[in-house]
């Protein structure tokens, strides 16, 4: 199967305009086709290492610049951008998106969310982006005020928003997307802040939310929403963890393996930091600082 994917893609590539949009078979073959950087790492596995030859030791001094285009920014920027049939997709500050001719620098278009400045109090580390995802004809990106946007790759127009956080918690997203069968994956960031983490999956082509998966167990009083979590809960103590939020957001890191159809997240620290007012009587308190490997359907 993954031949017959690869021979798809190389005979797409063959012919300008078949071969421009972005899925799992094109992933998949993202080798063939060394001029592009579909996706947050280049490849499923986020290897993030070109299989590009042109530049070696014995050239590399001859390096030089081609062109520059100014953000208009002295804050920090964080993003891998994706370089898709000629364009170069990246993200600044405030969530902005730019879209450039990757030969020339030219602005082709770009797109300003209009992220509230006053949530920028909730960024624990300036209001970075660390870029976008791209699937089928569209751009997705997170928002620091926690919205999910599909934008259309050719125009920037924006066709569908989704907001994907409790706005009463000091949640953000800095993180980029990524995009496996089909759903988008996004966490979020807070847990300097007090929020209980978890990472969602939206449907590619309208929005809707397709699942939710907590990496910390909430109110015990409660039903848990997955039997992990109830396995989660009992390496918790005490009783204040689940009303800070516990933390464990899953602000960034993430990789697939389309062999074992598995998508490893990265869980992030607890909230409050402090383990003996977090969890006075010990615990591994799950699933803080750990890989999770989750079914992405």
Known sequence: MYRLLTLLCLLLGAFPGLGSTV?????????????????????????????????????????????TYELGTRRGLEATPLVIDGTLYTTGTWSRVYALDAVTGELRWSHDPQVPRAWGLN????????????????????????????????????????????????????????????????GNGGSEYGVRGYVSAYDADTGALN???????????????????????????????WEVGGGGTVWDSMAYDPDLDLLYIGVGNGAPWNRHVRSPGGGDNLFLSSIVALRPE
């Open 123 to 186: 960024a624990c580390c300036d209001v970075v982006n660390r870029g976008v995802a791209a699937w089928g004809e569209r751009i997705f990106v997170g928002t620091i005020d926690g919205r999910l946007l599909a934008l259309d790759r050719q125009t920037g127009e924006v066709v569908w928003e989704t907001l994907t956080i409790d706005p009463e918690r000091p949640y953000t997203i800095t993180g980029a997307p990524r995009v496996v069968k089909g759903n988008v994956i996004i």
């Open 211 to 241: 699942w939710r998966f907590y990496t910390v167990p909430g109110n015990p009083d409660e039903p848990f929403e997955h039997p992990a979590m109830a396995m989660a809960a009992r390496t918790w103590s005490g009783d204040l963890w």
């Open 23 to 67: 899925d799992e078979a094109r992933i998949l073959a993202a080798d063939h086709e060394p001029g592009g950087w579909l996706t947050h790492g280049r490849n499923y596995a986020e290897t993030r290492e070109s299989p590009l030859t042109g530049i070696h030791h014995h050239n590399v001094d001859r390096l030089g610049l081609a062109w």
